[in-house]
């Protein structure tokens, strides 16, 4: 879950909500973040995200812990050929 900073990120209302008062980017069912596009995996408002995933460095070991569960393997972002 992506809390996000009042006066910094400024993401589409459509994928905010809000837990216990606090701004979050929402999530699907399966933990996905709703900016994903499903078939490229590949984030729809990359230019303009939040701060924290910003700062994330993909690849580092908590990234790797999380991506080894075998029920987030689907969250690999997929290569997508134009061939």
């Not at 910094?8 to 809000?18: A, G, N, Q, R, S």
């Not at 399966?30 to 596009?37: F, I, N, S, T």
């Not at 990359?46 to 393997?73: M, Q, V």
Request: aromatic share 2%; glycine share 6%; net charge negative.
């Amino acid at each position: 879950m992506v809390e996000l900073i009042a006066g910094v990120d400024h993401v589409p209302e459509v994928l905010v909500v809000e837990h216990d008062g606090v701004r979050c980017m929402d999530q699907r069912g399966d933990g996905a973040c709703v900016a994903l596009d499903a078939l490229t995996r590949l984030c729809t408002i990359y230019e303009d995200r939040p701060r924290t995933c910003r700062e994330f460095n993909r690849g580092e070991s908590l990234c790797r812990k999380i991506l080894a569960e075998p029920d987030r393997r689907h969250l690999i972002p997929r290569v997508v050929s134009d061939r």
